[in-house]
């Protein structure tokens, strides 16, 4: 933080707090075009799925942000909670991203570095709970190489014997698909983008949902998004992002791209798990709300 | 709850987990004519700070789980928590209906008579905290009469004395106020209008968020709100009702009187407390989301 920003204590707020608050504020940030925000839906995915998805995570936040419970498990257990609603998988790439980051923050090294170590520290059991974490809901990922279908996440725990043959922490696993997944990358590369864009938002101004916003489109107009690439293609999420760099500095012709994005079927998924990444960095640095 | 209905098992939310979502749903549920809600901020108050105001109550709520734990402290405590947002008073009156419930349904007696029993057992040092959450927020209250001007809530910690050597509990000090406090109407009366609407919600189909804001119309509609008689008057509060009622049918109807309501700041935040406190009744008995 640069020393003249104002200082916005929340001194009863933990980690844990913020994380939850980082989702809460992910999802009311608007517009996200091609995301369920504060002024849309989906069909089956609406807002307040993700509300009780953010209460829910909770517990596997909380073990997230203890140093003695194994970091798979914290995951595992917030998708889990997290799953507890009826729009199915609303935040299991936001918390993908959380868990270490609350890992970080509790033990006092939130930053790059920090992070990479606790990635670092991941173990086998680790990456077994990871998939594990599959069953809870419905993940939209590529295919695996065809050398690595015994490591297809959606095998879920049957993948158990795979993983533990090849000695795969759950820091290679992230490895093995950082090349066509933005979370992964996020893994492998100290959470380079979160913590660019926690910085870009503690330096905007306004109300923290808009900064939310900017971000977003930001992050989308940067790097094309893995999700929308696993959808529809490389070619219509290197659109997307041309598409999104032509409004990022216009919040009303964002709100256009929304209702475009949401007619094509155009879901930047990826880029949301970023942005809540990113407010939950923002938070822990003191960002107002 | 009737047989005919579905059951929604959300296993891993407990009595905190429903009161801090039933906070979330009731600001995300729109319309509710008046007051913040998913599609509508006031100038200084906004959607964000009751995001944040439901995490920060978070361990308020959780000493409100804990027998043990004083009620009059752990209201105090959510409200300390509550307010580490910028908006200032996000949710003082829902707490005040939370708090009790939460204890009723943490020692298994979420009815009429298991909260009534909760309001009984309050203490003289719970009426003095719940003195002491006044400091933290600025809550719009009617004057005292004036033979009770000493237990001007107003007056936060300093009231001490005058409680004490009155021996009030916080069960008579909401007794003192019941006529014209809706809240504390609850408190005295069994939470009815609580468990009511409730039943209403749990009967109803659709989106949660949908049900609460029929809800909040509903009651609205059935009593004129005490906020709005202590803001602008009794004949005003009386109207509000008469204007609530006649939308009472039409979601569509109620987003233009949301609008008037708003043009005219009329806030009946009274009723948004009763429709928490609902909401919270309602996911404790399975109502899905």
Redesign the interface.
Known sequence: MTDDRPS?P????SPV?HA??AL??EV?STPKPGNVD??RDHDDL????F??G???A??GLREAADPDRPLGDAFERAV??MS???GDNTQFGCLLLLVPLVRAAATDRLSPAGVAGVVDATTVDDAVSFYRAFEHVEVAVDDPPPDAAALDVRRGADAAPAIRERGLTLADVMDLSADRDGNAAEWTGGFERTFAAAETVLDDEG???DRLARAFLDLLAERPDSLVATEHGRDVAEAASRRAAAVRDDLDAAEELAERFRAEGINPGTTADHTAAAAFVALERGV??
Do not use: C, K, S
């Open positions: 916005h929340r001194p009863g707020m707090d939850e608050l809460l504020l009311a504060r002024r609406r807002f307040e799925h509300l009780a953010a209460v829910g909770r517990p889990r909670g507890q609603q009826d109300p923290v949902t107002p709300v």
